[in-house]
């Protein structure tokens, strides 16, 4: 059986950590604040109090944190995965964070004989606890098959995308993706809330049709109940767009439409609404309203 390490017990890695361990796989986690992975510890994880400690003699390690820089702390820094990588080891990037960082760390990792596959993952906290995460990959082909059967347990659709930071830049284009339709969602929701439409039947009408999407079916309810509680925050959503941006930048493609939506998203941050979830993106847009005289 595999030995398995998973670093980051957020929204979305501690339910992906439960759910290794009820596929019957032994885990060993850390995260920077313990508290945080209680759940997973009482669910019959150990727990190890380092990145380093945690890797150490492990097939396995996943990594699910914020941004870049964590992940290069996490694998690289004092006391990080590095100081305990071997000779086959495989760690599992299931951040979103930078394909020309994840390039370099799989260079420096290489050196000490271990892999990295970077895995990003789409699908929202929703499909991390049902296992129902769409897992984007890249890196060494036969080193993606060997952690397969620790995919599975965690998602429903898995895809290899190609050599090294491939999978990262599949994830972007993800996220180009799924904002569009946040942003729909927002959009028809306040022009039929301006209009004054009820917003259940508008909901109803629409969602099965073709403007429906995941956005509307999942988020829809949640505006129309005026829950904007998370399952993707705001903060990280602004994290996703930078780094779509700067590479969209690099490689010469501009992106109009993910940057003004950045900046909408930014606006939320300016407000002191970062933790809030995405959905809350709707009530920007109804803040634009004006009065009309009838």
């Known amino acids: 059986m595999l030995k398995i390490a998973f670093i980051g017990m957020g929204i979305m890695g501690r339910p992906m950590a439960i759910n290794l361990l009820k596929a019957g796989l032994a885990l ?5 604040t313990k508290s945080k992975a209680q759940e997973v510890i009482d669910a019959g994880a150990l727990w190890a109090d380092s990145p380093a400690q945690a ?3 492990k097939d396995v390690v996943i990594t699910c944190v914020t941004d870049t820089p964590d992940v290069k702390n996490v694998l690289l820094g004092k006391n990080g995965v590095i100081e305990s990588a071997h000779s086959g080891m495989i760690c599992v990037d299931m951040s979103t964070i930078s394909p020309f960082e994840t390039q370099k760390m ?19 906290q929703i499909g991390a606890i049902e296992a129902k995460l769409s897992i984007m990959a890249g890196g060494d082909k036969k080193s993606f098959e060997k952690v397969r ?8 659709t898995i895809t290899y995308c190609g050599p090294s930071g491939f ?11 799924v904002v569009h339709t946040i942003m729909s969602m927002a959009e028809g929701l306040a022009f039929a809330k301006q ?9 109803d009408a629409t969602v099965a049709g073709a403007a429906g999407s995941h956005s509307l079916k999942v988020l829809g309810p949640k505006v129309i109940a005026g829950d904007f509680k998370p399952t993707f925050m705001v903060d990280l959503q602004v994290k996703d767009l930078r780094l779509v941006l700067e590479y969209a930048d690099k490689i010469g493609q501009p992106l109009p439409g993910v940057a003004l939506i950045k900046e909408l998203f ?3 941050q300016a407000q002191g609404r970062g933790r809030d979830g995405t959905q809350s993106l709707y009530e920007v847009i109804r803040q634009m309203a004006t009065k009309v005289n009838s």
Do not use: C, W, Y
């Not at 059967?149 to 429903?156: K, Q």
């Not at 999978?167 to 993706?177: E, H, P, R, S, W």
């Not at 209009?195 to 039947?201: D, F, I, K, P, Y």
């Open 266 to 268: 930014s606006v939320l």
């Open 106 to 124: 799989g260079k420096i990792l290489a050196e000490k004989k271990a892999v990295l596959i970077d895995a990003p993952v789409s699908g929202g």
């Open 28 to 32: 060993t986690i850390h995260s920077r």
């Open 55 to 57: 890797a150490k003699d």
């Open 167 to 177: 999978g990262q830049i599949t994830k972007l284009a993800n996220q180009v993706m």
């Open 149 to 156: 059967p620790v995919f599975e347990a965690m998602g429903r």
């Open 195 to 203: 209009a004054g439409l009820n917003l259940q039947t508008t909901l």
